[in-house]
């Protein structure tokens, strides 16, 4: 496999788009009409985003982690775990950034260094580099 691409539903596409770019330093690949989709890259990592005409349907997968009971009340229910360099160094340009940082970096018990964020629609991601 050479890349992987997750496609997220989002309350609106533009402002995602903005996030995505400015504060996650992500390049836009693609603006679709309106606009109603896009895709959005750094690195391997891509994200297409779609925006559809009912809000409701938008759904992290922390939400269903809280409602089925889930131990971590909806904390390490990761949309997306990336696996980098030198999460360090992009945990420092994401604060600096002011990136909604929902866990700070630490080592954790699965030999990773990581971090969690959430972006504007709740989506979380955790980036981090092996230690082991």
Known sequence: ????????????????????????????????????????????????????DEDSYARPNRIPFIKAGWHTN??????????????????????SREVSIIKPIGNTEYGNRDFEIEDIDGYILCFGHNIS
């Open 1 to 52: 496999m050479k890349r992987v691409a997750v496609q997220w539903i989002v309350k609106d596409v533009k402002k995602s788009i903005d996030f995505y770019s400015k504060q996650l330093g992500f390049t836009i690949d693609f603006v679709g009409d309106g606009p109603k989709f896009s895709i959005l890259s750094r690195g391997n990592f891509s994200v297409m985003l779609r925006q559809l």
């Open 74 to 95: 909806g904390k390490e229910a990761w949309d997306a775990y990336l696996w980098v360099e030198d999460a360090d160094q992009l945990f420092n340009e994401f604060k």
